[in-house]
């Protein structure tokens, strides 16, 4: 496998994943991309190892999915399988405990701890439905 560095330097200004807009940053919508940002530091196809955490929704049920990368280096010749999907529990103690035991204990990627927390919170926030409340005409004389 090509050193992710080189691979970078092909694919950061050339890519299928790469939104643009006027008065904006680069965007990229690669899987595996934590923030969305087009930089080596969040590139989910550069790096070896990938760190994304999104929502996923099938039928009424919503679930938050955690995403890494495999760590059997033979896989990494199969762009099918490369990526691993980890249910993440809803529950914020223990999501966020989750979360810190996958990257500080495993010792992978721990320099994007914080924002993977604050990315779990934000999916978390917007499972939430906004309560219609219903005013009655009567009652506002």
Not at 127 to 136: G, I, N
Request: include cysteine; aromatic fraction near 6%.
């Amino acid at each position: 496998m090509a050193p992710s560095s080189l691979i970078w330097e092909c694919v950061k200004n050339n890519s299928s994943f790469i939104r643009k807009s006027t008065n904006m940053r680069v965007m990229s919508s690669e899987a595996g991309n934590l923030c969305g940002l087009n930089s080596y530091k969040f590139s989910g196809l550069a790096s070896s190892k990938v760190l994304d955490i999104s929502g996923k929704k099938s039928g009424a049920k919503e679930s938050i999915m955690m995403t890494t990368s495999h760590k059997k280096a033979s896989r990494h010749a199969r762009p099918g399988s490369i990526l691993l999907s980890t249910g993440v529990k809803k529950s914020s103690k223990k999501g966020l405990a989750q979360i810190s035991k996958a990257l500080e204990g495993g010792f992978y990627r721990r320099d994007l701890m914080e924002v993977a927390r604050a990315k779990y919170v934000k999916v978390k926030t917007s499972f939430k439905k906004k309560k219609l409340v219903f005013k009655s005409r009567r009652a506002s004389k």
